[in-house]
């Protein structure tokens, strides 16, 4: 099994760790929660292992239709095995009620429940 060694990237959701493969990482999966930019922090008990959950179970998924992907395993609740790709900076963000930067970048009204899901796609760049 993969031993996490050096951290080599900690964001807001993720830590990324070498292993003792040159081409394999463990992605652990934080429950941090940030709003705002990241002006708001807290931390969401198990957030880590249902994001974890849900995106193996994704990745198997896609797999399972022939498209395939950095994923190699979950390794636990909180982890799974991945192997080096160069990243394509794109951040999705799905959204059930009005809140946060949409109601100010739209001028709508916060707390709105919507009817189906809106789904919005960024160019991830802290800078």
Do not use: C, W
Not at 15 to 38: H, N, W
Not at 61 to 73: L, R
Not at 89 to 115: A, K, Y
């Amino acid at each position: 099994m993969a031993q996490k060694r050096n951290l080599l990237y900690e964001g807001k959701a993720k830590k990324v760790y070498q292993t003792e493969g040159e081409d394999l990482y463990i992605v652990e999966f934080k429950d941090d929660a940030t709003a705002g930019d990241g002006a708001k922090k807290d931390v969401i008990e198990s957030k880590g292992i249902v994001n974890n959950r849900i995106s193996s179970l994704l990745f198997q998924m896609i797999k399972a239709h022939g498209v395939d992907s950095h994923f190699v395993e979950q390794l636990n609740d909180r982890d799974m095995l991945v192997k080096k790709l160069d990243i394509f900076p794109l951040e999705v963000v799905v959204r059930n009620i009005l809140t946060g930067s949409i109601v100010r970048r739209l001028g709508l009204e916060e707390g709105v429940r919507l009817d189906k899901p809106l789904v919005e796609f960024y160019y991830k760049n802290d800078t």
